[in-house]
């Protein structure tokens, strides 16, 4: 069975960082390809960041810069360092990943950033 569990989130004030972690487990860490994703209230969720097998990045355009996302195989855990924070509100923040057919999604973890 596969679980991710996100921790990290918090109020935050604009400009600060923070660092999102989702703990993996029920699957071949090393070798998925994994996403951050958020949705704020009333809006559509977008995939923030991708971190694939081999290494390679992809981030949404508005965080390029200031997103990094990164994992550690050993501790199957998926990371998102978040720097620079933009005055966006309350915003979930939820790692996922691809399994069989079906995206597998963790429970998320809110991100408030202030102004």
């Known amino acids: 069975q596969v679980q991710l569990v996100e921790s990290g989130g918090g109020l935050v004030q604009t400009g600060g960082s923070l660092k999102l972690t989702c703990v993996a487990s029920g699957l071949n860490f090393e070798y998925r390809t994994m996403d951050w994703y958020r949705q704020a209230p009333g809006k559509m969720r977008e995939k923030v960041a991708t971190?694939?097998?081999?290494?390679?990045?992809h981030y949404l355009d508005v965080v390029k810069g200031r997103f990094t996302i990164s994992k550690d195989n050993a501790k199957t855990t998926l990371y998102l360092q978040m720097n620079n924070l933009k005055p966006d509100g309350t915003t979930m923040y939820c790692c996922a990943t691809l399994w069989g057919n079906m995206v597998q999604w963790g429970q998320g973890t809110q991100v408030t950033v202030s102004p």
């Open positions: 971190l694939m097998a081999d290494g390679e990045t």
